[in-house]
C-alpha cells in the first residue's frame, strides 16, 4: 500500500501516514463515513484584472459610435440616421461589455439593464420615425419579456432548489404571453383579421413547460431523463 498524498509505502497495519498523516485509503477497506480522502487542498482563484478588456471593449464600440455621429453632422447639420447606428452601438454594448465591468456578473442587474436599453432604442426609433406602435406594441412586448426573464434570472440566482419549476414556468409564461403580442400586433398595426398564430407557440411553450414541471415532480421520469441525457 501507498500513501495517496505522498507516495510513502505504507504498512498493512498503518491508519495513517506516518509523513504527511493523511488517511490511509484502500479501496477494499472501508472508511468512516464523511471522512475526507485528500487534505483540505486551497486553490484561491486568481485574480485576472479585466480592466485592459474593458478598455479595448469600450473603444471599439466608442469609436464607430463617434465617427457616425460626426458625419451625420457634417452631411446633414443634425443628427438623422446616425441615431440608429448609435443607439444600436449602445444596446450592443449594454449586452456585451457592461457585464465585464462587474467583477461577478450579475445576471439579475444586466438582464434588466439590457431590455431597459432595447426598450429605449425602439422609443427612440418610434419617435424618429413618427410612429405610434411604441406604446401599445413594444412597450407591453419588449417589458413583458424582459420582466418574464428577469424573474427567471432572479430566482434561479436565489432559489436554490426547484430549476425545473422555474424553467419550466416561464417556459407556460412564455407561451401565454404569445396570444397577448398577436393581440398587440393586431389592434396596433390594424390587421385585417386575427388569424390565431400564437396559438402554435402557446402550445408548444405550454407543453414544453408542462414537461419539465412533470419532470420536476415525477422522481423516477426526472432521473430516467437524466440518465438518458448524462446530467
Ligand atoms: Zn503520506
Known sequence: ??????????ADSEKRCPLCAVTVFHPELDRPEGEAL??????PAPQVSSRGLQIVLTTAFLLPLLITLLCDLQINGLVTWSGYVVGALIVGYVALVLPIWFRRPNPVIFVPCFFVAVGLYLLYINL??????FMSFAF???GGIGL????????????????LYIIGGAAAALGAFMP???YLIYITFQRPR??????????ALVLLGGMLIFLAIHRPARETMERKFFI
Open 140 to 142: 407591453p412586448v419588449v
Open 180 to 182: 397577448l403580442t398577436e
Open 148 to 163: 418574464i426573464l428577469t424573474a427567471v434570472v432572479a430566482l434561479l440566482r436565489y432559489v436554490r432548489r426547484g430549476k
Open 194 to 203: 386575427f388569424v390565431g398564430w400564437s396559438l402554435y407557440p402557446l402550445t
Open 128 to 133: 424618429a420615425t413618427g410612429g405610434s406602435w
Open 38 to 43: 485528500y487534505p483540505p487542498h486551497h486553490n
Open 1 to 10: 500500500m501507498y500513501c495517496i498524498n505522498c507516495g510513502v509505502k505504507l
